[in-house]
């Protein structure tokens, strides 16, 4: 960029030379000399060295130029003041002598053409002056505008996303369109005493559609709409970011009644005395005019703060108070009928077959945010397209719910039959767990083979309903479910393998989670002694204590291994009373490499779920 800048530079330095060049040349041609003087003109008389003279007279009578033609073809050129003195010198000589007409001035070339040339030159500058502070690139027009904030200003006829759009969230959208009532008709509220709400916090999971509602609610209130990012607001220079807030509160009181959205807020609100800054930390600063200019000594008449945010958990807790935010809208994961109703409307423009079912979809996808559904049709069509089909079929989106969620499958890795053997066992020990467990099931697909996460299978569940929490024997039957691989191995081969490391990691983690965080064990009590290791605040943490002594640790530690070792040996008898399925699922696994519902369930000799007093769950560790 600065290689481009100079080039530029010396470009317009060369044209300014030019153009000064031929300013002298023309200034040369009114006032050149040739160096021919009177002395030598005598000289070339006496000497007879002249054959003829032309005589140029100037405007200015008598004077003029002789141009004189030498004996050896040569031409001398000589001004003098009185022409007719030379025009006598030649007749005594008897030398030709030609008179021209007295020449007409040249307006032109003396006077219109110098001021044009100045004009310009001046044009030039000016246009090169005014390119850099417009946004050419100069330095100077950065540090000019650098305060200036970023929001982007759209009005509600420019946004194509109403409230109708959204789907999946219908207690969200009805808190919404209270602020929307209250921006179109403020006098039905404030007869009753009631204000607008300053602010209104949506949190949630990433692709819930936080950032969806705000674009549905600028296209429904139809009043300015300022949009900007958290990261925005912050630079490496102190005191920018804060510039920059009051800069857009300047602009959105001009424009009231008005909404400011503010993405991914938790950039720029983070909790204070959280870094090694201290008062003179950036972030801080732009914080403190934020909470300033939500709630401070101004007045914001008509302008409603909208901020979305995944982590609330690390915002001020000044931002978060009411008169700043105070709404904090939950935007959580879509239900079984709010995934029906998002795949509604992502299919409105895919043509789908008739055998595609979105309810059976909705059913299979639990968990799926609206960004992850979105993304499972988007899928589905790029599958449909590369068979060279005009529409969706139920298979493509199967396809392309094993892409989202486990991965591209890699069938052309090559590999040796003891490692398939193994990985076919490996999966059906998770498999008949997950069949005859009472919570954890049923069994969606189960496959052999590899996938683009380097795993060398997969066992896909499939829920049957939405579980708003986890209960205790949920849990214990899902560290069972981790173990079933490495169980498997270890009953058929005698030997264990590394492809169970990823399972025994999600099992530990669930029990000591269980132990620390859930209360769950009656020796270590109703205590949580998680310390929240992935929250990182070095400036808070730094003089942080431990939350237990050596003793609880170690207790601890006894507990979960007690966990892990009791659910090992309840799924391994579990494994060892369908040993024939066992080896049945894994010779069809060789066969065909992957196997739906119905064929594994028809590997028992009847619908078997083992009955939950058989495999007590839940019950003290």
């Not at 302008?303 to 807790?317: C, E, G, K, Q």
């Not at 369930?601 to 839940?618: D, H, R, T």
Request: charged share 25%; hydrophobic share 40%; with cysteine.
């Amino acid at each position: 960029m600065n290689g481009n800048r100079t080039r530029g530079m010396g470009g317009s330095l060369i044209l300014i030379l030019l153009l000064l060049g031929l300013v002298i040349w023309i200034s040369s041609i009114r006032s050149s000399e040739t160096g021919y003087n009177w002395n030598d003109f005598m000289a070339d008389y006496e000497a007879d060295q002249i054959s003829s003279a032309v005589i140029k007279p100037n405007a200015e009578v008598p004077t003029g130029s002789v141009i004189f033609t030498m004996n050896d073809g040569s031409s001398r050129e000589l001004f003098v003041s009185d022409v007719t003195v030379i025009e006598e010198y030649m007749h005594q000589k008897n030398v030709e002598v030609v008179m021209r007409d007295m020449p007409s001035e040249n307006w032109f070339l003396y006077y219109v053409l110098p001021i044009l040339i100045v004009f310009i030159v001046f044009v030039f500058f000016f246009s090169l002056m005014n390119a850099q502070s417009n946004g050419g690139g100069g330095a100077s027009n950065k540090m000019m505008n650098f305060g200036k904030s970023r929001a982007r200003m759209t009005t509600g006829g420019d946004m194509q996303i109403t409230l109708k759009d959204v789907a999946g969230l219908q207690e969200e959208k009805e808190e919404l369109e209270e602020i929307v009532e209250f921006l179109k008709n403020p006098g039905k509220f404030t007869k009753v005493g009631a204000r607008v709400p300053k602010g209104v916090l949506l949190e949630g999971p990433p692709g819930t559609g936080k950032t969806m509602l705000a674009k549905a609610i600028a296209g429904e209130a139809h009043v300015p709409f300022f949009s900007i990012s958290g990261s925005d607001f912050v630079e490496m220079f102190v005191g920018v970011g804060a510039f920059r807030v009051r800069d857009l509160f300047e602009n959105a009181k001009r424009n009231h009644p008005c909404i400011i959205f503010i993405d991914e807020i938790d950039a720029v609100a983070r909790q204070r005395g959280t870094g090694m800054g201290g008062g003179h930390d950036e972030r801080e600063q732009t914080l403190n005019q934020l909470l300033v200019e939500m709630d401070g000594f101004g007045v914001n008449e008509g302008i409603i703060v909208l901020a979305a945010t995944n982590r609330v958990d690390i915002l001020d807790h000044a931002i978060l108070r009411p008169g700043r935010f105070d709404r904090k809208i939950s935007v959580g994961r879509p239900d079984i009928g709010g995934r029906e109703a998002i795949l509604k409307v992502h299919a409105k423009n895919k043509p789908l077959a008739e055998d595609v079912d979105l309810k059976q979809i909705a059913q299979t996808t639990a968990g799926f945010t609206g960004a992850d559904l979105e993304n499972l049709l988007n899928e589905a069509a790029i599958i449909a397209a590369k068979d060279d089909r005009n529409f969706i079929q139920q298979e493509d989106i199967k396809k392309a719910f094993i892409k989202v969620g486990i991965g591209a499958e890699k069938k052309s890795r090559i590999i040796s039959p003891k490692e398939k053997k193994i990985t076919a066992y490996h999966e059906a020990g998770h498999a008949i767990l997950f069949h005859v467990l009472p919570d954890v099931g049923p069994v969606y697909t189960v496959s052999i083979i590899p996938t683009g996460v380097g795993a060398a299978g997969y066992t896909m569940p499939l829920p049957e309903r939405d579980d708003m929490f986890m209960t205790k024997g949920r849990m214990l039957q899902d560290i069972m479910v981790d173990l079933g691989g490495r169980i498997a191995e270890e009953l058929i081969f005698d030997d264990i393998t590394t492809g169970a490391s990823n399972d025994i990691k999600q099992a530990t983690n669930e029990a000591r989670k269980m132990v620390t965080r859930f209360g769950m064990s009656e020796k270590i009590g109703t205590i949580n002694y998680d310390d929240d290791s992935d929250e990182v605040f070095i400036g808070r943490d730094l003089a942080h204590t431990k939350t237990m002594s050596e003793a609880v640790a170690s207790e601890i530690d006894a507990e979960v291994k007690t966990i892990i070792s009791d659910c090992y040996e309840k799924a391994k008898k579990l494994i060892e009373e369908n040993i024939d399925v066992l080896h049945a699922c894994a010779g069809l696994l060789l066969e065909k490499e992957r196997i739906t519902r119905d064929e594994f369930e028809a590997l028992f000799p009847v619908y078997y779920k083992q009955p939950e007093e058989e495999v007590p769950m839940g019950e003290p560790v």
